[in-house]
């Protein structure tokens, strides 16, 4: 999803995201039949853009998810919430396809995960501790990787290069364009990796805790980025410890506790972990 800068191009995007939330689903779940429901405007109505039914995962034989639901609609912005070891990361992990469901099914824009090809149309940022490497890299190098999926035979055009730019005006790092990832923040470094993934401007966004070990100023940055890829129209999920200067922005939140769904309402009613 290309977040719009003025007025005008905000309400394109948002006609384009309702026409998307009309659309069928893509490929041979449409042919299936399965997908859309379309859109009425309410979230809960809205089309699932993931769906994840009983789905069981094990880590080095030991089992992890317990038969986890979770869906996420159009235009929602889901918040996985759960203590240390609850099984939040390894259910993002099953989503993208790192970690294979054991049981279950999941579902994504309405296709099978296994039928489904078109992973630009998902943006995924993994925990920074576990993202950060040693290879020396640019920013712009960084954020370019991103762009990739979107890209004609893995070459960059005018196109492209400018979307890697607007991601990286988007997360308030134009400035930092040149710099080597190596010596930025910690804040810094993880608007760069969130830059990554809208650089091909996904429409569902899924984030594993995207605010741990963030400055302030760079979690009020953060989440007004994340408030323009909702108002164009983009679906949220992402990882959080506590809701703390996202809370406005989320629809739902889903509490997991030793890999099971214990709770799936409003953020308001969620109990402790
Ligand atoms: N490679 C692995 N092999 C075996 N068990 C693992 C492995 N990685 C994680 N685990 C275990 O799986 C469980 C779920 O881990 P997961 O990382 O999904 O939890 P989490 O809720 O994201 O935790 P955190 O908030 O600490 O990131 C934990 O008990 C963890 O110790």
Request: glycine content about 12%; aromatic content about 2%; overall charge positive.
């Amino acid at each position: 999803m290309r977040p719009a800068s003025t007025p005008r191009a905000r309400e394109r995007a948002r006609e384009r995201a309702r026409q998307r939330a009309q659309e069928p689903a893509e490929g041979p779940a449409a042919a299936d039949g399965g997908g859309d429901t379309g859109s009425t405007g309410d979230t809960g109505t809205r089309a699932p853009v993931l769906a994840l039914r009983g789905v069981t995962a094990e880590l080095g034989s030991r089992p992890v998810l317990h038969g986890i639901d979770l869906t996420v609609r159009r235009g929602e912005v889901v918040a996985l919430l759960g203590a240390n070891g609850s099984g939040k990361s390894t259910t993002l992990r099953t989503v993208i396809g790192q970690t294979p469901p054991t049981a279950g099914s999941i579902e994504i824009f309405g296709t099978p995960q296994r039928r489904f090809r078109n992973w630009a149309r998902l943006g995924y940022v993994p925990q920074r501790t576990t993202a950060v490497s040693g290879v020396p890299a640019t920013v712009t190098e960084v954020v370019s990787a991103g762009r990739l999926s979107r890209s004609r035979f893995g070459v960059l055009r005018g196109a492209d290069r400018a979307a890697v730019r607007h991601a990286l005006e988007l997360v308030g790092m134009a400035d930092h364009a040149q710099a080597a990832v190596g010596a930025l923040s910690g804040g810094q470094h993880q608007r760069v990796l969130i830059a990554r993934a809208l650089a091909a401007e996904p429409e569902l966004l899924i984030m594993d805790e995207p605010m741990a070990g963030v400055d302030l100023d760079s979690q009020r940055v953060l989440a007004g980025t994340l408030r323009g890829q909702v108002d164009g129209g983009a679906s949220v999920l992402l990882v959080l410890h506590e809701l703390g200067p996202l809370e406005p922005l989320i629809d739902r939140t889903v509490l997991l506790r030793d890999g099971r769904v214990v709770h799936d309402g409003p953020p308001s009613a969620t109990p402790r972990p």
